[in-house]
């Protein structure tokens, strides 16, 4: 809508109501990943046998969460920048960033301080620490349960910017 202009026929479309018009841009690619997600942790886990020391529900769950938590991010980019060449070019080194500095690789604990602090920025991170502790090492619920709570600020951080779309 920002590259060709269509903005105010995608907001009338909606009757003017931008959370229905945002609805209706993020719901069909959230449940297209979410599917791909579970197709994804059924092939991990019941056909290669993966270790799942924890809950499947759970993780299926925080996977959601986790693409509605970028969903949001890129609407906080879309309207902080107001430009989207400048916002996908962000987000693209925002997820670089997030991939890096998971600790997928090499772990957080092990990262210089400020490179600790940094990591969470990411809700990759977070999901990477719920994903880990359910598979393999059966941590407790309520240490996923906050790792959740920890996705849900990414996505709080992105509803709030949704009343600035309107004046793009």
Same mark, same amino acid.
């Given at each position: ?7 105010p ?8 109501? !931008?959370w ?6 993020i ?5 297209a ?18 270790? *799942?020391n ?19 991010m ?7 920048t107001?430009?989207?060449? *400048? $916002?996908? =070019?962000?987000a =693209? ?8 500095f998971?600790g997928?690789?090499?772990?957080v ?5 400020? $490179? ?12 990477l ?6 598979? *393999? ?14 996705? !849900? ?7 709030c910017?949704?009343p600035? *779309?309107?004046?793009?």
């Amino acid at each position: 809508e920002l590259q060709y202009g269509t903005g105010p026929g995608w907001l009338a479309s909606a009757n003017d109501r !931008m959370w229905w018009a945002l609805a209706g841009k993020i719901f069909p690619h959230a449940v297209a990943y979410s599917i791909l997600a579970l197709i994804m942790n059924l092939v991990f886990f019941k056909v290669l046998g993966l270790p *799942l020391n924890g809950h499947f529900t759970l993780i299926l769950l925080s996977e959601i969460i986790l693409i509605l938590s970028y969903q949001s991010m890129a609407i906080f980019l879309v309207t902080l920048t107001r430009n989207l060449r *400048l $916002a996908l =070019s962000l987000a =693209s080194a925002y997820t670089m960033l997030a991939i890096t500095f998971a600790g997928l690789t090499f772990p957080v604990f092990g990262m210089p301080p400020a $490179a600790q602090v940094f990591s969470r920025i990411f809700p990759f991170t977070y999901w990477l620490e719920l994903f880990v502790g359910q598979t *393999l090492r059966a941590e407790p619920l309520a240490y996923a349960l906050k790792q959740i709570w920890l996705l !849900m600020v990414f996505i709080i951080a992105g509803l709030c910017m949704v009343p600035r *779309l309107e004046y793009l």
